[in-house]
């Protein structure tokens, strides 16, 4: 294997990695990507098989856990109440994410300004709206011009299809004068780029078989290796090394296919391995210098985890909805509750995001992400008869709250099969949080009775969706404060300079929104701040 | 592999786990060969197995009875019944689902005309800027 040295080694081939990579082809450094996971080709992906909803509880679940490949890395979740979920293979967890697309709002940046609570970010819309804007064009985002809910910009593409699920729900936002626009998706509303557009499949977990999915396995890689930069495929990164004398970091030590372990040296190392990974690497990053993990003189790596916490209401209607018909992840998406109200019990807010049905199997399961199958017995052919093909749903997406005692450290036993101690997750919700789920679930049950649903469906009690840690933040977030953050306004570490952090786990605040176009606006955004400090990078 | 009997009693189980509709258009687990998705899962699985046939001597074809004894083992059983019953692609059409592979057809899905989504729009669109100045 030739290990000669780089100027830029990305470690993880994921949303941030491939972004920051294309972020800096121009420079024409030579650009490395350790990937721990294979190369999946299209043809492989479950959809195309007659059995395809089995993959979901098998080879293709979200759970890592569950999955158990080789390439996975365990995660000790027995002191959370959320399970963080992922994919590792070229395109990371955008091989099985749902290509829900919304920015961030002005006010997410500003929660402190605003409401007293959590950090400011170093950033803000303004500054991240350009690259919001590019990676839209380089993902093929589709959706609706001029919603209200944000500052103007254009989607690239027109909506995808909101079918009789998004009419029916839209009329009761209506009727109720409340917020609702038809979701930004990173789906194809029509075919683009040499992709083809969505064919309405409603397996986009599965990986998408039809490339219409912006997963960065269809989008960015095929021109960053048309372009030159190296992808090492099956290469976990066992650690981040450090001249001791320098505080530089010099490169990396990597466990590669052969089996055996190698280092690799580079000029500069960019950690792209998502809010539970990347702490995990700086963490099992210890030398001298780094008593405490790498990067971690401030105390904060790994603290302030922040997830997404989710519940649902369904409504059963009078006609079919046909909620398998379609991208899994929304049709449309209601902020009427997203900002703080002195009137409520709670600071921040959440979305409602209309779900679709999911297949038979799935929904007979308990749902997605969910493991609470549905009863047995005349109970079930009750259910599966005259209520799962009328179903609409809403899901309740809360805002976060950064806490210190949220948290990802390193598991004392459990390792991946690479002997590298795994992950551990401690994570329990928030009161405030808990106080918005309670709101946003009776919101839910008026919005879909105020749709004309003729039953209402809820859990009725304060426990969240158990695999619906797909949004991992926090854990090394970005700040002016050394003593209070791990990197600076555009992802360069405190305290080695030529460490650079891409992901998830740099947010400072989560919004209400899935994070994945943030994260890649905000990847792009540090490599223009790359190109545009080159001259005094590591100073 | 099981014994005819406990074939039978199984056969009978499903049947009570995922029951046929009223005019039977719809099979239940049992009638529609679901067993042997889940005999394929003891093969994989000796524990599961041994489990299941025990619960087979102690229940027969009595779900209710099968549940009270051995819930975890149930709770297993009813999940592969779920899988095995709804992964068929002669099950997915009695739930408006294709048959087929979902990948390369999908579902042919309309777009919605622009003048109907200026008008379920407008009233968002009425109401004015909805997000704070920072």
């Known amino acids: 294997m030739n290990n000669e040295p780089v100027d830029v080694l990305i470690i993880g081939a994921g949303a941030s990695g491939a972004a920051i990579a294309w972020s800096l082809l121009e420079t024409r450094m030579r650009i490395l990507c350790l990937e721990q996971g294979p190369h999946l080709h299209d043809r492989n992906f479950p959809s195309r098989r007659d059995d395809y909803e089995l993959a979901r509880y098998g080879e293709f679940s979200c759970d890592p856990n569950v999955r158990n490949l080789k390439q996975d890395y365990p995660i000790n979740v027995e002191d959370s109440v959320i399970a963080p979920v992922n994919f590792n293979a070229v395109g990371g967890s955008t091989i099985n994410f749902l290509g829900h697309w919304p920015r961030m709002r002005p006010s997410d940046f500003r929660a402190k300004t605003l409401d007293g609570v959590a950090e400011d970010w170093p950033v803000d819309y303004a500054m991240l709206e350009p690259f919001y804007n590019m990676n839209d064009r380089n993902a093929g985002v589709s959706g609706l011009a001029g919603n209200p809910a944000y500052p103007y910009y254009e989607p690239p593409n027109p909506p995808i299809p909101i079918g009789k699920l998004g009419q029916t729900l839209a009329k009761g936002f209506n009727q109720l004068g409340w917020h609702w626009w038809p979701s930004d998706v990173a789906i194809l509303s029509r075919d683009a780029d040499s992709r083809q557009k969505c064919v309405n499949a409603g397996t986009c977990d599965l990986g998408c078989a039809a490339g219409a999915k912006g997963g960065v396995n269809f989008t960015y890689w095929p021109t960053l290796e048309g372009a030159g930069v190296e992808l090492r495929t099956e290469c976990r990164v066992r650690e981040i090394l450090i001249n001791q004398e320098t505080g530089f970091a010099t490169g990396v030590l990597y466990h590669g296919p052969d089996g055996q372990v190698h280092e690799q040296k580079a000029e500069m190392v960019i950690v792209a391995c998502n809010g539970v990974g990347t702490p995990r690497l700086l963490l099992n990053s210890k030398s001298n210098l780094f008593a405490e993990g790498l990067a971690n003189r401030s105390g904060m790596v790994g603290k302030n985890l922040m997830f997404h916490p989710l519940t649902g209401v369904s409504g059963v209607f009078d006609e079919p909805m046909k909620g398998h018909e379609g991208p899994m992840a929304c049709s449309i998406l209601s902020q009427e509750f997203y900002e703080t109200d002195p009137d409520r019990d709670f600071v921040r807010g959440y979305g409602l995001h209309s779900g679709r049905s999911t297949t038979p199997m799935t929904y007979a399961l308990g749902g997605y992400g969910i493991d609470s199958p549905i009863p047995w017995g005349a109970e079930h052919r009750e259910i599966m008869d005259e209520v799962y093909p009328y179903l609409a749903g809403l899901t309740v997406v809360t805002e976060d709250l950064p806490e210190e005692s949220n948290r990802v450290t390193l598991d004392p036993d459990l390792t991946d099969s690479d002997g590298i101690p795994a992950p551990k997750v401690t994570y329990r919700v928030g009161e405030n949080t808990k106080r918005m789920l309670r709101h946003g679930e009776a919101r839910a049950r008026e919005l879909l009775e105020a749709a004309g649903a003729k039953r209402i469906l809820s859990k009725n009690d304060d426990k969240v969706w158990w695999r619906a840690g797909w949004h991992q933040m926090g854990t090394c977030r970005m700040g002016d404060d050394p003593e209070r953050s791990v990197v600076n306004g555009w992802g360069r570490s405190h305290d080695v300079k030529n460490l650079f952090i891409v992901d998830g786990s740099i947010f400072v605040t989560s919004g209400a929104v899935n994070p994945t176009s943030t994260i890649q606006a905000l990847a792009l955004y540090i490599g223009d701040s790359i190109k545009n400090n080159i001259a005094n990078l590591f100073d | ?134």
């Open chain 2, 1 to 134: 592999m099981l014994t005819d009997s406990e074939r039978k009693s199984l056969d009978g189980l499903l049947d009570q786990i995922i029951p046929p509709n009223a005019d039977n258009s719809i099979p239940g687990a049992g009638q529609l060969g679901t067993a042997d998705f889940v005999i394929d899962k003891t093969a994989k699985d000796p524990e599961f197995a041994a489990a299941l046939r025990k619960g087979l001597r102690l229940a027969g074809d009595d779900a209710g009875k099968f549940e009270a004894a051995l819930p975890e083992i149930f709770a297993a059983l009813q999940r592969y019944t779920y899988m095995g019953y709804y992964s068929r692609s002669d099950t997915r059409p009695l739930f408006g689902v294709s048959a087929r592979p979902i990948h390369p057809s999908g579902y042919d899905v309309a777009a919605e005309p622009e003048d109907l989504m200026k008008k379920l729009t407008a009233p968002v669109v009425a109401r004015g800027r909805c997000y704070r100045e920072t």
